[in-house]
């Protein structure tokens, strides 16, 4: 079954706190995606990033790196010196290769990051 | 903003009604996709047209229907309405029929927060 976990429901840091925000997926496809979004509490869904299954370089933008490693079936999201706007919800999402559309999201982690 | 726009942002109504969400795409995309997200259920996806035509379909419950129009813009029409459904629907757009083609994003509407009392 494909499945996307993140553990972390809710996370707190300091305004310029490093924080890692986790994800594991489940699949035995060999072709799929790796997506994470970002909710603000304006509610509106942000495209952040999509790696593919062949593609385990990892990436860097502006603050914000995403570490894919197929070994350990994680797709971890950091940002570097939080700032307060980060403030929101995070979804990793899985889509399997040949799927129509159909994101298969995780339960999200909240990140509040206090001034 | 995304480009997709969705009305209404906000509906309330009562056990038993039905309803209807209108989407419409960014220009020139020719996919559209509704998930619906809710407490219980989290995100999920519920139905994708592309070009008018059904393409996929995940959870979507029978009392829930939809279709996309010749201009593209899409409507979601939840009928029988119960407690349960009440959620925040959203809407997404992209070029291709399959979000692998492309650069792979789909692009969300702010959506549309359902009540049902």
Do not use: M
């Amino acid at each position: 079954a494909q499945k996307v976990t993140q553990a972390q429901t809710e996370i707190s840091v300091v305004e310029k706190e490093d924080v890692t925000l986790d994800c594991v997926y489940e699949t035995r496809d060999t072709t799929y995606y790796l997506f994470w979004y970002k909710q603000p509490p304006s509610g509106e869904l942000v495209f952040l990033i999509r790696r593919n299954s062949f593609d385990e370089q990892n990436e860097i933008s502006g603050r914000y790196s995403w570490n894919f490693q197929k070994s350990t079936s994680s797709f971890n999201f950091t940002i570097t010196a939080s700032q307060v706007v980060d403030s929101a919800v995070y979804f990793c999402a899985l889509l399997l290769g040949g799927s129509q559309g159909n994101l298969i999201f995780g339960k999200g982690t909240k990140l509040s990051v206090k001034p | 903003d995304s480009g997709v726009t969705q009305t209404p942002k906000h509906l309330i109504t009562a056990t038993g009604q039905r309803v209807t969400l209108r989407c419409s795409p960014r220009s020139g995309d020719l996919s559209v996709y509704w998930y619906q997200q809710s407490l219980d259920q989290g995100l999920q996806f519920l139905i994708q047209y592309y070009n008018g035509e059904e393409r996929a379909k995940g959870n979507i419950l029978e009392r829930f229907s939809a279709q996309q129009f010749p201009d593209l813009h899409s409507e979601l029409n939840l009928s029988s309405l119960e407690l349960g459904d009440s959620a925040l629907y959203f809407c997404a757009s992209s070029v291709h029929g399959e979000t692998s083609g492309g650069t792979g994003e789909l692009f969300f509407g702010e959506g549309s927060r359902l009540t049902v009392l």
